[in-house]
């Protein structure tokens, strides 16, 4: 692991989670996974070292490395990239300003910071964070520094799909009190959004996955109905239409599947159902419709980190954690010790009932 260039930060990991996206890109469906790279985009650390220019954190500063990176009010005046305009008005959280290089697996300051264990071949960057290595090099814009008594055990959870589906129910969507929702796919993200919408109010949040094992917790994080696809021969956008009679106010897709969203956007209620896309598709992979399910007023949205601009919110979701205001502790259902253990990670998260694997370094 090289030293810091200008604007980086190295980080030694503390605790590190994985989402499935790690697999998938590691699985060779992500386009802007680029092999050889380093995975894992959720964890909590320490800065071990700063390079030239970096002012908003020092060594021993604890952060969570955001794979969304932010840029500073120094740069809101001026034009980094065709986001600029955008991220000003608070039209969008998505910051363009080192995107191109973290998409492209390198770093701002020209090359890669890892190399293999041969000494011989250097290893890419995932997602601008990389973090399950026991140090890694991130941008400045991305070290999310949060309070030095954070747990770095649960601040992991923070880095991707709790605020993924919080932010999705709350920012994307507007959940309103009294609506009913339908969740589709219920790992960690889908049930965050369960979460969220019974904080909201929802009434009815109807919990969809094909595999009947998930329904239980579904249901004790606050679905109020369940189904699976499997016992109904009909599309289930069918299913969901005749049990709220005509569609519901929002729906939710956290699978990655196109069929999927595609069912997620046809059960929201002609008129005025919004659906949010939040699952990662396969890269590729693309979505369809009958137009007319548009003309018809439902709307189609996705979000990225559920629209939260990352430094800002990781520091004040922490804060809601430590006040009790945010639980994560449910959703911690794996403990792995030593940066060997991230395949048991792996494994446990194939296995099905594994929502987040929190692994020690
Ligand atoms: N690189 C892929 C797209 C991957 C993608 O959509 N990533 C999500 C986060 S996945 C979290 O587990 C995201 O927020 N994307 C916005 C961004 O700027 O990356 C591809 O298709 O090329
Ligand atoms: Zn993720």
């Not at 469906?29 to 092999?35: I, R, S």
């Not at 954070?150 to 993924?164: F, G, R």
Request: glycine fraction near 12%; hydrophobic fraction near 40%; aromatic fraction near 6%.
């Amino acid at each position: 692991m090289a030293p810091p260039k200008e604007n980086e930060v190295r980080i030694r990991i503390d605790y590190a989670t994985l989402c499935g996206t790690d697999l998938q890109a590691a699985a060779g469906k992500d386009n802007e996974a680029h092999f050889p790279f380093v995975p894992g985009h959720e964890s909590a650390g320490t800065v071990e070292s700063i390079g030239p220019g970096v002012t908003t954190v020092k060594p021993g500063d604890k952060v969570v490395p955001c794979y969304q990176a932010q840029c500073f009010a120094d740069d809101l005046s001026k034009d980094h990239c065709p986001r600029c305009r955008g991220y000003r008005q608070g039209k969008t959280n998505l910051c363009g300003k080192v995107r191109g290089f973290t998409g492209a697996g390198v770093m701002r300051a020209g090359g890669v910071r890892f190399q293999g264990a041969d000494g011989q071949q250097e290893l890419n960057h995932f997602m601008g964070i990389s973090c399950f290595s026991q140090y890694t090099v991130i941008h400045e814009e991305s070290a999310g520094k949060i309070r030095d008594d954070a747990p770095l055990t649960k601040a992991p959870l923070l880095a991707c799909a709790l605020p993924t589906g919080y932010g999705a129910v709350m920012n994307t969507a507007k959940v309103e009190a009294g609506s009913s929702v339908a969740v589709f796919g219920l790992g960690t993200v889908g049930l965050s959004i369960i979460e969220a919408c019974k904080r909201v109010g929802a009434t009815r949040i109807i919990a969809i996955d094909n595999n009947p094992e998930k329904f239980k917790r579904a249901l004790a994080w606050g679905a109020t109905d369940t189904v699976n696809p499997k016992e109904h021969d009909g599309p289930i956008q069918d299913v969901i239409i005749k049990m709220t009679n005509g569609g519901v106010d929002y729906s939710f897709e956290a699978t990655g599947s196109v069929d999927i969203m595609r069912a997620a956007l046809e059960c929201a209620h002609i008129g005025w159902g919004k659906s949010v896309v939040v699952g990662v598709a396969a890269g590729g992979a693309e979505i369809s419709t009958r137009p007319f399910q548009l003309i018809t007023g439902r709307r189609w949205l996705g979000t990225a980190f559920g629209g939260w601009k990352t430094r800002d919110a990781i520091p004040m979701l922490v804060d809601k954690t430590m006040k009790g205001e945010i639980a994560v502790d449910h959703y911690i259902t794996h403990r792995f010790d030593g940066v060997a253990a991230q395949t048991d990670a792996i494994e446990a998260l194939h296995c099905g009932d594994c929502l987040r694997a929190v692994v020690r370094y």
